[in-house]
Nanobody, 124 residues
Framework: EVQLQASGGGLVQAGGSLRLSCAAS????????IGWFRQAPGKEREGVSC????????YYADSVKGRFTISSDNAKNMLYLQMDSLKPEDAAVYHC?????????????????WGQGTLVTVSS
């Protein structure tokens, strides 16, 4: 059974940091691209960042470049998102997802497996 379990969300003041984690199981982690998506109330889902576990290539949305860092630990089947200099507009439910396309892809339609999200709240 495929499982993607995101954690690490919480309440943080603007300018603060959070580190999200995603524990993956049930599929060959090395053969997938893994991504973070977020959705705020009333807004469309947005691809935040993703990483290809085959070649390490990454993607970042323009809105998070220079502030967020994605990484993965293939030995532990873990995905991380270090979020620094958080802004109120970063507040959303963050989901991790896995794509068999292997390339880092920001399009949600490329992702087959989705986990339940973790809520990030940023106070101004």
């Amino acid at each position: 059974e495929v499982q993607l379990q995101a954690s690490g969300g919480g309440l943080v003041q603007a300018g603060g940091s959070l580190r999200l984690s995603c524990a993956a199981s049930g599929f060959t982690f090395d053969d997938y691209a893994i991504g973070w998506f977020r959705q705020a109330p009333g807004k469309e889902r947005e691809g935040v960042s993703c990483i290809s576990n085959s070649d390490g290539s990454t993607y970042y949305a323009d809105s998070v470049k220079g502030r967020f860092t994605i990484s993965s630990d293939n030995a532990k089947n873990m995905l991380y998102l270090q979020m620094d200099s958080l802004k109120p507009e970063d507040a959303a439910v963050y989901h991790c997802a896995a794509s068999p396309n292997m390339a880092a892809d920001s399009a949600a339609k490329a992702y087959t497996y989705w986990g339940q999200g973790t809520l990030v709240t940023v106070s101004s």
